[in-house]
């Protein structure tokens, strides 16, 4: 009994092994054949698999049905040009595929913008047709499908409600500056003059009408450009990375341009597997980048940092979430500042006349 429960434990084990050494490895170069060709394009005799004189690939045949097809494919990632690949690679050997990328092996794999775009188009569109939808409701725990869970609507109304409400705080401040001070405010500026206050008051108003109009600008963009919000984050996200491991054991020295198409690339895995999460479990979350609960994005992007970079787990985790602060402050100083060009295009000259 022993002895088997010992050999079923060392067949997984090398099998594990086996496994570590695939991931390791870069995606193999087919052997070039002797075959002689003639392009179809030059009509220049050679062996190989591109014509030398014109570059046409020896692959190219006369049209029929199969080659017509594989061209249509091809615009969709799914011919020759090999997405199915790279999203292969990218779910069992992420960080190593990445390596492999940064390192020179382009070839091998889809283009990885190209490549975010199609896929983020695809969820958009598997988001749009499932049926459950779970919106603006924060953390994961109590995200329900609306359609079968009343409590999660109800809580979904309330949060709208009161953003409305603060909208409407805004709004209101913005229109009319004199009449939303509070008790508490008058308390405060008792010693300001009625015209200093209502001077105040519509500073205050135009602050948070900035405020308000710079978030309303991203949010439009995340809703009407969904890649490009997604890339703006990627390359904030980047800025922290840049900070803590722009040095590395597995990568050398990488520069910051290298990092962020790192993580153009970890965003498309992350579409992946949401597109897969949201097939499996028929919900759909609008209010976030993805629709994977944020314990699986953590767990996801320190196997892809520790396989990319080659720190220790410890290091990784460490850097990781020292990472993720300074793109936090970054992504605070860009509102700031955002918030405050819309103050002075849309306010500072009216409030000096
Ligand atoms: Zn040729």
Known sequence: MASKIRSIFQSINSKL???????????????????????????????????????????????NAKTTTQGALDVWGMGSRSMPRAIFHLLFRPGYM????????????????????????????IAHVLPGTVSAIK???????????????????TTMLSGAIVSHEITKAAINPDSTSSSRTKDADEDLSAE???????????????????STF????????????????????????????RKSP???RLAFTEQFFGQVLMTSQLQVLSILY??????????????LPSIIIVIVALIDFKQLYGFNWWK??????????????????????????????????????
């Open 139 to 157: 953390g994961d725990s109590n995200a329900q499908v609306s359609s079968t869970d009343s409590v999660a609507s109800v809580q979904a109304d």
């Open 278 to 291: 949201m097939l499996m479990t028929l919900q759909v979350r609008t209010d976030e980048d993805f629709a």
């Open 218 to 245: 991203v949010d439009n963009i995340d809703k009407t450009n969904k890649p490009l919000s997604l890339l703006i984050t990627q390359f904030f996200l980047t800025i922290g990375m840049y900070c803590f491991f």
């Open 316 to 353: 990784t985790i460490k850097k990781g979430a020292l990472a993720m602060v300074v793109s936090f402050v970054f992504q605070v100083a860009f509102y700031l500042l955002g918030s405050g060009i819309y103050f002075v295009v849309k306010y500072a000259f009216q409030l000096e006349s």
């Open 250 to 252: 597995r990568m050398g």
């Open 98 to 125: 990445i390596a492999d990328y940064l390192h020179g092996h382009r070839q091998p794999y889809f283009p990885p913008f190209k490549m975010l775009f199609i896929l983020t188009a695809t969820a958009m569109l």
């Open 17 to 63: 092994k086996q496994f570590r050494r695939w991931q390791l490895t870069p995606a193999p170069v087919k052997p070039m054949s002797n075959h002689r060709h003639i392009c179809l394009n030059c009509s220049h005799k050679y062996t190989g698999d591109f014509c030398p004189r014109c570059g046409q690939p020896a692959s190219v045949k006369r049209l």
């Open 196 to 214: 200093e206050q209502a001077e105040l008051n519509k500073v205050k108003g135009a602050v948070f009408n900035s405020v308000a109009g710079f």
